[in-house]
């Protein structure tokens, strides 16, 4: 059931990383039914392969990835939307599969490929640039969890 978790992880990153890059926005219609079948799928992995302590971590993934990015939020709502908030809950069930350094990791690769899409599209258009903080985000996560499965 891990494959299949990745797999549908994988086909809404690309839907929700288009469709945050066009419209600057993350439709909770998407994230949240993909969360709910994420913990379903994940939870489902690790009770059939023996492993409860992954469900804590999954679970846990999620939580710590909301909590961390809701506090952004309330600090700076402007710059940092709610979809970005249940994306990172998303983000942190599957990187939870792996631990919390997958978690940290994931999150903190996704907040440095952030920066970077900040400061190129500061230097492109100016103080008035904005960008889509949900592909950077995922390139992060992705490469965490590419990181743990190798």
Same mark, same amino acid.
Do not use: K, N, Q
């Given at each position: 059931?891990?494959?299949?978790?990745?797999?549908?992880?994988?086909?809404?990153?690309?839907?929700?990383?288009?469709?945050?890059?066009?419209?600057?926005?993350?439709?909770?219609?998407?994230?949240?039914?993909? $969360?709910? =079948?994420?913990?379903?799928?994940?939870?489902?992995?690790?009770?059939?392969?023996?492993?409860?302590?992954?469900?804590?971590?999954?679970?846990?993934?999620?939580?710590?990835?909301? $909590?961390?990015?809701?506090? $952004?939020?309330?600090?700076?709502?402007?710059?940092?939307?709610?979809?970005?908030?249940?994306?990172?809950?998303?983000?942190?069930?599957?990187?939870?599969?792996?631990?919390?350094?997958?978690?940290?990791?994931?999150?903190?690769?996704?907040?440095?490929?952030?920066?970077?899409?900040?400061?190129?599209?500061?230097?492109?258009?100016?103080?008035?640039?904005?960008?889509?903080?949900?592909?950077? =985000?995922? =390139?992060?996560?992705?490469?965490?969890? $590419?990181?743990?499965?190798?």
């Amino acid at each position: 059931m891990l494959p299949a978790a990745l797999g549908v992880f994988a086909v809404l990153s690309v839907v929700l990383a288009v469709i945050d890059h066009r419209h600057h926005r993350l439709p909770h219609a998407l994230v949240l039914p993909g $969360l709910a =079948l994420a913990l379903t799928l994940l939870t489902s992995a690790a009770l059939a392969a023996g492993e409860a302590d992954r469900v804590a971590g999954v679970w846990g993934g999620a939580a710590s990835a909301f $909590l961390v990015c809701l506090a $952004l939020r309330s600090v700076r709502p402007a710059a940092f939307g709610g979809g970005d908030v249940t994306l990172a809950a998303l983000a942190g069930a599957h990187l939870g599969w792996f631990g919390p350094d997958a978690v940290v990791s994931g999150l903190a690769a996704g907040f440095v490929c952030g920066g970077a899409a900040g400061l190129g599209a500061l230097l492109a258009a100016g103080r008035r640039a904005e960008f889509a903080f949900g592909p950077p =985000l995922l =390139l992060g996560t992705w490469w965490a969890l $590419l990181r743990a499965l190798a």
